[in-house]
């Protein structure tokens, strides 16, 4: 995430590539970004259009408002391998197929969550998605950089427990 | 401290157990006190407090047992966790390292569940060849060791924010036994063990010791004797038996990988309800083509898990479920057998938390989408309770051996199990009744949860008063080979709905009894 490469990302090809990965994430050469280039994720063996739509499909799969793409980029990174990428190709070229029989012209290119929810669930039964959703749930929810999003506070032993840090300060029973 | 004590691998005075938990782990200390020379092998590493690990993920790599077994059956554990039907530990202390600290007694009535509940079709219910009263000492001695909370005029532990929630939810729907519990976790100080801190993570292992645990109790204070000799990472692959069809000794895996040859004089099994059964079958010879002790058929059958299942509910203000003691929480109004209800037996509600990486795994297993998230976006607002119940056993509900084998190239157990029509009637009733609790404090949404990979593993050694219904005697003593005994929950008739450690403990206790008076008579 800090390898954040500036060259080569005017702004109008971050627009054209914005509008091109669904206003998610821009494709570079050899990288995504986000739009306002807060962040970027390498891809070496995977295509950038893969990577984007691996990262959007995430999204869908968890989709949590207030959590933010570095965290879904950080779960599906290990996919950009030479031991994944012919599964990644097969699985997202099958994404796309169901999104064009969707009428649509790729998944990317699919505008409301809930349009892209039923395409996911034309492939849900797949093995790809199912890799993918498995690895999800260890991928994101087991980041300690999400628990503080989601209120958890993770291991207490350090600071001597809760008994007097509030185990029992509810207060509006 | 004294030198622990180092037997010769000849030496055929020695009890070997087979697995250290709440079941072998006591009995090895129970045995050192009263002066029997003691092996205990146990197939995992051994870890203390200091090496606990209060993070999910980390620490189930570090404790659970996670070596291959196989599943079959129409619970839903075989579809979403094939290969983890039970998430029990692998190490010195067992799945003492691991347990909530819930610890009850028997109601009278469920040692005798065949003829209080009578014949359910399609259950093999049995009573158990003893009763309430003569195991009431031994719970007493139980409750002593373990310092039980709300009992021997202990504190109960304070109650934590869960627990607040799940009480006036209780008290709202019109529940009185209601209380943080008989808990083996200090409320005070204790036979050298601290009071609880609320630290959470009571299932990652107590990093202040404040949960019992065979692994820094009994463990030690059986090796300070210098009549126990623990050996980690000794793995049993088979009980070796002589032409009179007594037990000798055993083979084991050391932690090398070789393969080597305790004798014995009694060997004792206590690997939980899956491996215990599995060692049995494997050690199947010409005298016992079907696996020791296996004349009547019933090794690996009648396997019991305990109905459960959870709700979490989610409000409006912050819960934080996941401060304080994880179980000290319960109702027992539900515990009764009432068939009005709809089904015998009946179940205790406990309170219950995960971490956010645990609760993602397990509030509903292959979901996804926004009907799953928006719940986990309300996990700081979550409140959490435990269904355990009495499950039915049946007999098809067993472990055998699958043909997969383990690293040692010994077949592993295949579980196989299917809720029974009693099962399913108590767990939806259980349901509704969580269900109206927390919606009796106000909250938003209730989510009933499935049962997770299985922690109460039970009856697949089953006691009986005659031969013909089980595999063991009233002592956990082998029906068929008096020097084999089994000395964990497999050895329950039926399952009850209470935590089964206590009675574990409790039949431990009475067990070492039993056989350092077998010995001394020269009996076994």
């Known amino acids: ?158 600071q001597g427990g809760y008994i007097a840090r509030g185990f029992d300060d509810i207060d509006w029973l | 401290m004294a030198k622990a004590a180092k037997f010769d691998l000849t030496d055929d005075s020695v009890v070997v157990i087979v697995g250290t938990g709440a079941g072998g782990g006591v009995l090895a200390n129970e045995l050192a006190q009263k002066g029997v020379k003691v092996v205990a092998l146990e197939a995992g590493g051994r870890y203390l407090p200091e090496d606990y690990v209060n993070d999910e993920w980390e620490s189930f790599g570090q404790l659970a047992w996670t070596d291959p077994r196989t599943t079959s059956g129409d619970w839903r554990v075989a579809k979403d966790f094939s290969g983890l039907p039970a998430w029990i530990v692998k190490a010195v202390g067992g799945t003492s390292v691991h347990w909530a600290g819930a610890s009850l007694r028997f109601q009278d009535h469920e040692w005798k569940a065949l003829s209080n509940y009578g014949t359910v079709e399609g259950a093999s219910l049995l009573d158990w060849p003893i009763d309430g009263a003569e195991m009431a000492p031994w719970y007493d001695k139980a409750e002593t060791k373990l310092g039980v909370t709300g009992v021997g005029g202990r504190a109960r532990l304070p109650g934590s924010n869960n627990y607040k929630v799940f009480e006036k939810g209780a008290l709202a729907v019109g529940y009185k036994d209601v209380h943080t519990g ?179 795994a397990f509030l509903d297993p292959g979901a996804w989408g926004r009907e799953f998230t928006t719940a986990l976006d309300s996990y700081e607002n979550m409140a959490g309770m435990w269904i355990v119940g009495e499950d039915m056993p049946q007999a098809e509900n067993r472990v055998t051996l699958s043909d997969t084998e383990d690293k040692f190239g010994l077949k592993v157990a295949n579980v196989n199990f299917s809720d029974h029509p009693n099962d399913i009637a108590m767990r939806n009733h259980a349901y509704a009744r969580g269900q109206a609790i927390y919606k009796a404090v106000g909250a938003t949404r209730t989510l009933p949860t499935p049962p997770y990979p299985s922690t109460h593993n039970l009856g697949t050694n089953r006691m009986s008063e005659k031969p013909e219904d089980g595999v063991v005697n009233r002592h956990g003593q082998s029906h068929d080979i008096p020097n084999l005994f089994v000395s964990d929950g497999s050895q329950f008739t039926t399952g009850a709905a209470e935590n089964p450690t206590l009675t574990i403990v409790a039949l431990a206790i009475r067990q070492a009894d039993h056989i350092a008076k077998e010995m001394a008579a020269g009996n076994v």
């Open chain 1, 1 to 158: 995430m800090s390898q954040l490469r500036k060259q080569g990302l005017t702004r109008r090809a971050l627009l054209s590539r914005a509008v091109a990965a669904g206003a998610l994430a821009v494709a570079g050469p050899g990288f995504i970004a986000a739009p306002d280039a807060a962040w970027a994720v390498e891809v070496a063996a995977i295509s950038e259009h893969e990577m984007a739509t691996l990262l959007q499909m995430t999204r869908d799969i968890f989709p949590h408002d207030r959590v933010g793409d570095r965290y879904y980029a950080v779960a599906v990174k290990g996919y950009d391998s030479e031991d994944q990428k012919a599964d990644v190709a097969q699985g997202i070229a099958a994404l796309d197929a169901a999104a064009k029989q969707a009428g649509f012209d790729s998944y990317l290119s699919v505008g409301w969550e809930a349009d892209r929810v039923a395409i996911l669930r034309m492939i849900e039964d797949t093995p790809f998605f199912q890799t993918v959703r498995g690895g999800l749930v260890t991928g994101l929810y087991n980041q300690k950089e999400v628990w503080p999003i989601f209120g958890y506070e993770g291991e207490s032993f350090s």
């Open chain 2, 182 to 360: 008989n808990m083996a976790i200090n409320s005070a100080d204790y036979d050298d063990r601290m009071a609880c801190q609320q630290t959470g993570f009571c299932f990652q292992g107590c990093k202040w010791g404040a949960k019992w645990s065979t692994a820094y109790t009994d463990i030690p204070r059986g090796e300070a004797t210098g009549n126990l000799e623990v050996r980690d990472h000794a793995h049993v692959a088979r009980i070796l038996h002589d032409d009179s069809g007594k037990v000798t000794g055993v083979e084991y895996f050391d932690k090398d990988g070789n393969l080597q040859m305790q004798k014995a004089r009694i060997v004792a099994v206590a690997g939980n309800s899956f491996e215990s059964p599995r060692l049995l079958l494997n050690s199947h010879s010409s005298m016992f083509p079907d696996g020791l002790a296996n004349r009547s058929g019933q090794v690996g059958r009648n396997y019991m898990r305990h109905t459960t299942g959870s709700v979490y509910a989610t409000f409006e203000h912050p819960v934080r479920m996941w401060r304080g003691t994880t179980m000290a929480g319960i109702i027992r109004d539900e515990a009764k057998h009432d068939p009005s209800r709809g089904f015998v037996g009946g179940y205790e509600l406990e309170t219950l938390s995960l971490g956010l990486p645990f609760m993602a």
